[in-house]
């Protein structure tokens, strides 16, 4: 296979320990996540600013008897300290399932989304004129959250050359498609101007190989310290994250 003979590629100690994980595995355990608080930024390679930022914050609570993860974001900031998103997510807190989505946008995008199984359902109006449209159908397969992908590594356990497959979905997303997740080392990584030691991920598609991120995860808040994403357009962009009160 395409994608596995590129992840042996400079994995250290020959033949990877390769582990596939659904949804529900007793292999993923996203209890190692915390309440914790973070800002992000993104950075385009060669910029001096950061050209997006956001702040995740995690909350741990319950209902109706199962743990959840309730994450919050919100971002693109303008003069005032208004964000020009938000973003809410609620998570399984052990199995990281999806379970509910919403997000509100400055430009009048309102989506509001319950998952359970793998049946989706709830409301979208994209834009400020649009008129909300009811959102009713069934997902073939789910997955781990596409936007949250580097939550699975850590959830799973990070050890060198290990190799993860797991499916990820995303609202806008038919059906999940399998992600492979590679632990290639601890390393140095730039976070603002502190040195912290992570370890290298990559995140590729088993479809075709293709290197979808590299992640920089840590066991402690934030988590992600830092990662990189490839754009359809061309050049990095570069993630830093640091933990915030």
């Given at each position: 296979m395409l994608a596995t003979a590129l992840l042996l590629v400079g994995v250290a100690g020959g033949f990877p320990d390769t582990i596939r994980v659904e949804l529900g595995s007793p292999l993923v355990d996203g209890r190692v996540y915390r309440p914790h608080r973070a800002r992000v930024r993104v950075w385009r390679e060669g910029a001096d600013a950061p050209i997006r930022e956001w702040i995740n914050e995690l909350a741990i609570g319950d209902s109706a008897g199962r743990a959840v993860m309730r994450w919050s974001t919100l971002g693109q900031f303008d003069a005032d300290g208004k964000p020009g998103f938000v973003l809410l997510q609620t998570y399984d807190h052990r199995t990281l399932a999806p379970l509910g989505y919403s997000l509100t946008t400055r430009g009048g995008t309102e989506v509001r989304l319950a998952i359970r199984g793998t049946r989706v359902t709830g409301t979208r109006k994209l834009g400020a004129?649009?008129?909300?449209?009811?959102?009713?159908?069934?997902?073939?397969?789910?997955?781990?959250?596409?936007?949250?992908?580097?939550?699975?590594?850590?959830?799973?356990?990070?050890?060198?050359?290990?190799?993860v497959i797991a499916p990820v979905w995303g609202p806008n997303m038919p059906t999940a498609e399998n992600r492979i997740f590679t632990v290639l080392r601890q390393e140095p990584f730039d976070?603002?101007?502190?040195?912290?030691?992570?370890?290298?991920?990559?995140?590729?598609?088993?479809?075709?190989?293709?290197?979808?991120?590299?992640?920089?995860?840590?066991?402690?808040?934030?988590?992600?310290?830092?990662g990189e994403?490839?754009?359809?357009?061309?050049?990095?962009?570069?993630?830093?994250?640091?933990?915030l009160p």
């Open positions: 004129s649009a008129t909300p449209e009811p959102v009713d159908h069934e997902v073939e397969r789910l997955g781990f959250v596409a936007s949250a992908s580097d939550l699975v590594p850590l959830a799973v356990g990070l050890a060198e050359a290990k190799v976070v603002e101007g502190e040195s912290v030691v992570a370890w290298r991920v990559e995140e590729r598609r088993e479809s075709d190989g293709k290197l979808m991120a590299t992640w920089f995860l840590t066991d402690r808040s934030p988590y992600m310290v830092g994403t490839y754009p359809a357009s061309g050049g990095v962009e570069r993630y830093t994250e640091v933990a």
